[in-house]
């Protein structure tokens, strides 16, 4: 056949959708997970993000089968793999601890999940091969698990989930035990692998920072319910909760009540003292309690008549930015401004909102 009547071979295979309707687990009286829907889209990246506790790992294991949930669905391209055993859902997972086994090399490892399914010996042996080198792991195949570094066995670990050509690749914390350098280097490495296999990717952490810089969106977990689901920046400028506000970048939050309501301006009344206008798209009516949650970078220390009195007790220059730590009362602030020059002295401020700064307005009961 001549060349050009190849078939065109794309660098990324067209990666697999994933669908969650629904889904509840239970554990005796607890509910871990409480009818979480959540779309995946083909090649796409989901950071789940949440505190420790909050059903994260419990859903990632519905996904892979090891866990039965009490409802809900679960689909990849619509076809339902709820009722499908572990070894035939066509997902990959990988741990937070290595979970590799100990008395086999890195090679036999990523070979185990294909002997497990029969393939032929030649194949295998093709396919680990390809699949050590795209996690940079070639010169390692003969090491043990003992003999390799924290980030190595998780790379291993990583090959051994993406042989199987998984339609899903889930990964649970996959960084957590390593130290900060080697945690940059294999994030880089599975955003890169992930790109290439174009594989449609759940990765499960409790850290903003890597969620951010991981994913394509991310789904905010609280007490086994999603808060919200988006692009990252869209969940740090419009938090849809105070909970999701605090765990999504830092926010200071001041309570206050509603004093006068003009469109979608709200005048607050702050707890603190002042009164401080906010645009929120959310409406409150006259005199509801409120909580205002500002981001770092959103309020100002010269804020004139309109702001509140504050102290000033630590400035930290950060290179081109600075930090200053300020309290009102009993409450701590935390401001961040552009550095011109030094930093201010401590002592008493005015804390007001800079010019077209849009903070969040919940409802006051609405916090974690
Ligand atoms: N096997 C289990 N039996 C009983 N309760 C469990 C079990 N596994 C997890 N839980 C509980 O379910 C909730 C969610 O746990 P988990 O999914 O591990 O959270 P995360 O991964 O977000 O830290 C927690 O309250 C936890 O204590
Ligand atoms: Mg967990």
Redesign the pocket.
Known sequence: MPDQMQPVRTLAPAGHRLDIEAVRVR??Q?L?VRDVTLNVAPGEILALL?P???????LLRSIAGFIRPDQGRITVDGRAIDRLPPGQRGVGIVFQSYALFPHMSAAENVAYGLEARGRPKQEIVQRVEATLAAVRMSGFAARRPANLSGGQQQRVALARALVIEPSILLLDEPFAALDRSLRLDLQLEIKRIQRRFGVTCVL?THDQDEAMSMADRMAVMNAGQVEQVGPPTELYDTPATAFVAGFVGTTNRLSGVVEAVMGEAHDIRLDVGGVMRVQSPRTFSRGARVLLCARPEQLTLTGGEAGFAAELRLSLPLGPSVIHDVVAGATELKLQQARHGAPPPPGPVRIGLLAGARPSLFPEGDTP
Not at 52 to 58: A, L, N, P, Q, R
């Open positions: 554990y005796g607890t871990a949440g420790s506790g909050c059903g994260k790992t419990t499960v």
